[in-house]
Protein backbone atom coordinates (compact mmCIF):
# COMPACT_ATOMS: atom_id res chain seq x y z
CA UNK A 1 0.00 0.00 0.00
CA UNK A 2 1.33 3.38 -0.99
CA UNK A 3 1.11 5.79 1.81
CA UNK A 4 2.93 9.61 3.29
CA UNK A 5 2.72 9.81 6.77
CA UNK A 6 3.62 13.25 7.83
CA UNK A 7 4.32 13.73 11.45
CA UNK A 8 5.74 16.31 14.03
CA UNK A 9 3.16 19.06 13.97
CA UNK A 10 1.96 20.59 17.55
CA UNK A 11 1.23 23.54 18.89
CA UNK A 12 4.01 25.92 19.43
CA UNK A 13 5.48 29.72 20.55
CA UNK A 14 5.46 32.34 17.68
CA UNK A 15 9.67 32.11 17.66
CA UNK A 16 9.55 28.52 18.20
CA UNK A 17 10.34 25.57 15.95
CA UNK A 18 9.62 22.42 14.89
CA UNK A 19 10.80 19.72 12.88
CA UNK A 20 8.23 17.95 10.62
CA UNK A 21 9.14 14.36 9.32
CA UNK A 22 6.94 12.71 6.24
CA UNK A 23 8.19 8.95 5.74
CA UNK A 24 6.96 7.02 2.31
CA UNK A 25 6.02 3.28 2.59
CA UNK A 26 5.39 1.20 -0.99
CA UNK A 27 7.09 4.00 -2.83
CA UNK A 28 10.35 4.86 -3.20
CA UNK A 29 11.29 8.62 -3.25
CA UNK A 30 15.02 8.40 -4.36
CA UNK A 31 13.78 8.93 -7.67
CA UNK A 32 11.79 12.09 -7.18
CA UNK A 33 11.83 15.86 -6.55
CA UNK A 34 9.98 16.20 -3.11
CA UNK A 35 8.07 18.99 -1.20
CA UNK A 36 6.01 20.27 1.54
CA UNK A 37 2.59 22.07 1.22
CA UNK A 38 0.63 23.65 3.49
CA UNK A 39 -3.19 24.28 3.88
CA UNK A 40 -4.74 26.93 6.14
CA UNK A 41 -8.42 26.98 7.02
CA UNK A 42 -10.12 28.37 4.15
CA UNK A 43 -7.17 28.12 1.73
CA UNK A 44 -5.57 26.67 -1.09
CA UNK A 45 -3.42 24.04 -0.31
CA UNK A 46 0.44 25.87 -1.72
CA UNK A 47 4.07 24.56 -1.90
CA UNK A 48 6.29 26.28 0.44
CA UNK A 49 9.67 24.17 0.12
CA UNK A 50 11.04 21.98 -2.59
CA UNK A 51 14.54 19.97 -2.98
CA UNK A 52 15.31 18.69 -6.38
CA UNK A 53 16.34 14.88 -7.08
CA UNK A 54 19.02 15.48 -9.66
CA UNK A 55 21.33 18.42 -7.85
CA UNK A 56 19.70 18.69 -4.38
CA UNK A 57 18.73 22.07 -4.72
CA UNK A 58 16.36 23.77 -2.58
CA UNK A 59 13.36 25.87 -3.25
CA UNK A 60 11.25 28.21 -0.72
CA UNK A 61 8.12 29.97 -0.89
CA UNK A 62 8.93 34.08 -0.13
CA UNK A 63 7.27 33.84 3.04
CA UNK A 64 9.38 31.07 4.79
CA UNK A 65 12.75 32.01 3.04
CA UNK A 66 15.25 32.06 5.62
CA UNK A 67 13.26 29.91 8.38
CA UNK A 68 12.59 26.38 6.86
CA UNK A 69 14.59 23.71 5.34
CA UNK A 70 13.92 21.19 3.26
CA UNK A 71 16.46 18.11 3.51
CA UNK A 72 15.89 14.12 2.68
CA UNK A 73 17.15 11.14 3.50
CA UNK A 74 16.92 8.84 0.99
CA UNK A 75 17.87 5.74 2.73
CA UNK A 76 15.28 6.23 5.27
CA UNK A 77 12.87 7.02 1.95
CA UNK A 78 12.10 10.50 4.42
CA UNK A 79 11.80 14.12 4.26
CA UNK A 80 11.93 16.55 6.57
CA UNK A 81 11.12 20.06 7.19
CA UNK A 82 13.22 22.20 9.93
CA UNK A 83 10.78 25.64 10.49
CA UNK A 84 12.80 28.06 12.86
CA UNK A 85 11.18 31.57 14.03
CA UNK A 86 7.43 30.04 13.34
CA UNK A 87 4.62 32.97 12.85
CA UNK A 88 1.07 32.80 13.26
CA UNK A 89 0.27 32.63 9.76
CA UNK A 90 2.39 29.56 9.38
CA UNK A 91 -0.44 27.93 11.05
CA UNK A 92 -1.46 24.85 8.73
CA UNK A 93 -1.98 21.48 8.12
CA UNK A 94 1.61 20.55 6.66
CA UNK A 95 1.75 17.62 3.79
CA UNK A 96 4.25 16.18 1.59
CA UNK A 97 4.48 14.93 -1.93
CA UNK A 98 6.67 14.54 -4.91
CA UNK A 99 6.75 17.62 -6.84
CA UNK A 100 5.15 17.76 -9.23
CA UNK A 101 2.62 15.74 -6.84
CA UNK A 102 1.76 12.83 -8.60
CA UNK A 103 -1.48 12.32 -8.57
CA UNK A 104 -2.01 8.07 -8.04
CA UNK A 105 0.12 9.19 -4.81
CA UNK A 106 -2.51 10.54 -3.42
CA UNK A 107 -1.94 12.86 -0.05
CA UNK A 108 -1.49 11.71 3.45
CA UNK A 109 -3.27 12.90 6.69
CA UNK A 110 -1.11 15.94 7.11
CA UNK A 111 -0.10 17.17 10.49
CA UNK A 112 -1.07 20.11 12.00
CA UNK A 113 1.08 23.27 12.94
CA UNK A 114 -0.38 25.77 15.40
CA UNK A 115 1.56 28.99 16.32
CA UNK A 116 0.27 30.50 18.97
CA UNK A 117 0.97 32.38 22.19
Known amino acids: QVQLVESGGGLVQPGGSLRLSCQASGFALDGYSLAWFRQAPGEEREGVAC????????YYADSVTGRFAISRDNANNTVYLQMNSLKSEDTAVYYCNTYPPIISLGWGQGTQVTVSS
Open 51 to 58: INNSDGEE
